[in-house]
Structure formats: structure tokens, C-alpha cells
């Protein structure tokens, strides 16, 4: 079931917390809603759920527009912060999400049973949940929003709390989920978004300042080639003036002298790699390393958000 937003705003007295963003999700498609604190980022999700309202512009859900209020039954929410009943089992918490969301009472068992295997809860599901660590509450929280198996999810910060193997283990199950269903996944560890999101879409300050795959992200910001070489049996004034005389290349810096380690920045749109191979065979020199940089996903949000 495909989202579509068009021209959304939404405004808390003098600020806008979302400034006419619109943008579209579809069906098998894992959204990474990245953001600074403050950007926006909770509030277009909970325009997204029905749960509040949007000043101007339009959500629409399988083509329904959100304000009907006929979409809700479709969406599997865990907001970020995730509220429980604390004082309920989790087995009695799950059932009591399952009946609201109007499952047939004799689906809810197997459909509990599933969900507690899934979410990893099985040790602790007859424990109230006030018993439970913060990381097996966040799976209860999980597990409540995927109890009616919603064809759209929006996951607020899904793995806080959690530890590396559960945040390895709940990444794999959203994957899977994500084959089949519609999600939006908001959280502030971006390894996990390149880990787990098939696109990225960076809010700030309720604008939409980039949007596309990780490595779609990392071309635009780069523009150019970036290498990493060290060159043996040449000397290091020598082979930095003959890089440098490359026509494919714009800048050339010693890392390190007595390694002969250099960076060679290609001009705009090209790449230098083969000529700098070419000049090491023509010089009778070895080439024993050439890594090209990558633009990480952490410096590309901090130029897009630190304005």
C-alpha cells in the first residue's frame, strides 16, 4: 500500500514544524526519515497515522486520504515514545492491541503466538511489562504495532534501548517485513539506515533537503573522485608532480612522505584511477594501494542539517 504526501505543513504557534514537504512511499519500500531533533521529522509521521492533524496538504494511504479516517486500520504505529500499560502481561497486552485493532477473536492466539516468536518475547511473555528491561519493552512496543499485520508501518526510533545483537536481530525482521509491506523508519543511527532502508530521506528544520539511496546521497555530495594511493620505487617529488600533471586530476596532497602515500582528487564528473595506474606502469613504479573514498552517510546529514 503506497503513502503519498502532497504539500503537507503543520505550524505550532510562530514555527513550522513541517514546511510544505511532499514526497511518496511504495509498497516494499523501506523509508529512512532522517533528521536533526526538532526537524519535523515526529510530527510528519503522526500526520502520516491519523494521529494528529496537518494544517495544509494532503496524506493519502492506498489512495484514501488519511483525514477520512479510514486508514488507520492499515497502519501499525510505535511512536518513539513507546507507551504500555505496564501493569498487564505481555501475553494479556498483546491480545487487548489485538482486539482493538477489531482482529477475530479466534485469529489473536496464533497471531500472539507469532509475534512473540518474532520479536524475540517468548522468555518473558507471561511478565507484566513493568517487570521488563527497556529493550524488551521496545519489543513489546514493536510487537504491538505489528499485532494486526498492518500493510503500512511506522517505526519512531524502533531500536532504542536496544543492545547489538537485538538491534542486528529487529533490523533482519523489518527487512523481511518490508518485502511485503510499506514502512517508514525514523532513528539517529544512521550505519542502521544504510543497514536496513532501501532510500533516505533527510528533513531539516520541516524541509526535505535530500532524498534518494545512500549512494545516490554520497555522488551528490562528492562530485568528484576521491583515491587514496601509495606508490613505491619512485621518488615522492617526483610522483607527486607527475599525478598532478594528469589531465583527470585537480589536486593532488602527500599523506605520507616516507610511505609515499598521496590523495588524488579527479576533476569534476571523472575519474582518475586508470590514469594514475597507467603512470605507475609507464615509470616502472608499483602501485600497492588505490582506495577510493566514500563520503559518509554521517558527513552528508551534518552538511544538509548544520545551518
Known sequence: ????????TKTYGFQKAVDNISFEVKTGEILGFLGPNGAGKT?????ITGYIDGDQGEVFIGG????????????????????????????????????????????IPERIRYMVRVCGLDAEKHKKIGELSKGYRQRVGLA?????????LILDEPTTGLDPNQIVEIRELIKNIGKEKTVILSTHILPEVE???DRILIINKGKIVADGTAATLRKQAQGQQVLQVRIEDGSTND?????RALPSVAMVDILDQAANRFEVQSVQDAASNRDVFNLCVKNKWALTEMVPFETRLEDIFRDLTLN
Open 43 to 47: 510530527t510528519t509521521m503522526k500526520i
Open 195 to 197: 543497514a536496513t532502508c
Open 144 to 152: 504491538q504495532a505489528m499485532i494486526h499485520d498492518p500493510e503500512i
Open 239 to 243: 610522483i607527486f608532480e607527475k599525478l
Open 1 to 8: 500500500m503506497d503513502i503519498s504526501i502532497q504539500n503537507l
Open 64 to 107: 484514501k486520504a488519511v483525514k477520512s479516517g479510514e486508514t488507520k486500520r492499515h497502519i501499525g504505529y510505535l511512536p518513539e515514545h513507546n507507551p504500555l500499560y505496564t501493569e498487564m502481561p505481555v501475553i494479556d497486552y498483546l491480545a487487548f492491541c489485538a482486539s482493538i485493532q477489531g482482529m477475530d477473536k479466534g485469529l
